[in-house]
């Protein structure tokens, strides 16, 4: 059952060693983050999952404890694990969301429970999205959810997908119902225009939607701006 669930953007500028000089800008963000994930531990989960973007495929990949990422392909000499457990290497290596995600929780210092991920594609479906969060919210009678993913990237000129009108009211509706834990809002959220606005993360919290099930947890918004044109969102569920 899902006890708990954070919510965090994912873009490799969150860590101060991608974003240079521009780190201060998201100051902010990483300190809502590290609120995030001490409200997760709060709970004292048996199991983490986290979830987040990935390339597309037929259906989710799973990354054991202790798979590796890396930040080499920004120009850092940076990497990382996820959770405590050593993995095999050379074996399968985090997408950059999960990475961003393994980074927090080293930064945090997590030892609350092991840590499994879970990448979905942009494809995949609403229906099967809610269907792999039943099924993650019933692996363990303590589950919590540290779910990755980015608005819309399409909220100014010089935004990676340009500016466009529909991505500030995208954006404030996607804020709201992760604010609100309004699990019907997130399990109908449109993939057609999720896609047009490069909303990361579409997939990950409509998986979320399928976990919160019948669990009646509330929510609580602690961050949501647009630097660089990018919605970023920072939410709890408890």
């Given at each position: 059952?899902?006890?708990?669930?954070?919510?965090?953007?994912?873009?490799?500028?969150?860590?101060?060693?991608?974003?240079?000089?521009?780190?201060?800008?998201?100051?902010?963000?990483?300190?809502?983050?590290?609120?995030?994930?001490?409200?997760?531990?709060?709970?004292?989960?048996?199991?983490?999952?986290?979830?987040?973007?990935?390339?597309?495929?037929?259906?989710?990949?799973?990354?054991?404890?202790?798979?590796?990422?890396?930040?080499?392909?920004?120009?850092?000499?940076?990497?990382?694990?996820?959770?405590?457990?050593?993995?095999?290497?050379?074996?399968?290596?985090?997408?950059?969301?999960?990475?961003?995600?393994?980074?927090?929780?080293?930064?945090?210092?997590?030892?609350?429970?092991?840590?499994?991920?879970?990448?979905?594609?942009?494809?995949?479906?609403?229906?099967?999205?809610?269907?792999?969060?039943?099924?993650?919210?019933?692996?363990?009678?303590?589950?919590?959810?540290?779910?990755?993913?980015?608005?819309?990237?399409?909220?100014?000129?010089?935004?990676?997908?340009?500016?466009?009108?529909?991505?500030?009211p995208f954006d404030a509706e996607?804020?709201?119902?992760?604010?609100?834990?309004?699990?019907?809002?997130?399990?109908?959220?449109?993939?057609?225009?999720?896609?047009?606005?490069?909303?990361?993360?579409?997939?990950?919290?409509?998986?979320?939607?399928?976990?919160?099930?019948?669990?009646?947890?509330?929510?609580?918004?602690?961050?949501?701006?647009?630097?660089?044109?990018?919605?970023?969102?920072?939410?709890?569920?408890?």
């Amino acid at each position: 059952m899902l006890v708990a669930a954070a919510v965090c953007p994912c873009p490799p500028l969150l860590l101060p060693e991608v974003a240079a000089g521009a780190a201060p800008e998201l100051d902010a963000a990483r300190a809502a983050c590290t609120d995030a994930l001490g409200l997760l531990a709060a709970a004292r989960p048996g199991r983490l999952v986290v979830v987040g973007p990935a390339a597309d495929r037929a259906g989710p990949e799973t990354y054991p404890e202790g798979t590796r990422g890396s930040f080499r392909g920004f120009g850092v000499d940076l990497d990382v694990r996820l959770g405590a457990a050593e993995g095999a290497d050379p074996g399968p290596r985090l997408p950059y969301a999960l990475a961003v995600a393994a980074w927090l929780l080293e930064r945090t210092g997590w030892s609350d429970a092991p840590v499994e991920g879970l990448g979905v594609g942009e494809s995949y479906p609403p229906e099967s999205c809610v269907r792999t969060g039943r099924d993650i919210a019933a692996r363990d009678d303590r589950v919590a959810l540290l779910v990755m993913g980015d608005a819309s990237a399409c909220r100014t000129l010089k935004a990676p997908g340009y500016l466009d009108e529909r991505a500030a009211p995208f954006d404030a509706e996607v804020a709201r119902a992760l604010g609100a834990a309004d699990i019907a809002a997130l399990a109908s959220l449109d993939t057609g225009p999720a896609h047009e606005l490069k909303a990361s993360g579409r997939a990950p919290w409509q998986v979320l939607a399928g976990a919160a099930e019948g669990t009646g947890l509330g929510g609580s918004l602690l961050y949501e701006d647009a630097p660089y044109g990018v919605g970023y969102v920072v939410a709890v569920w408890s």
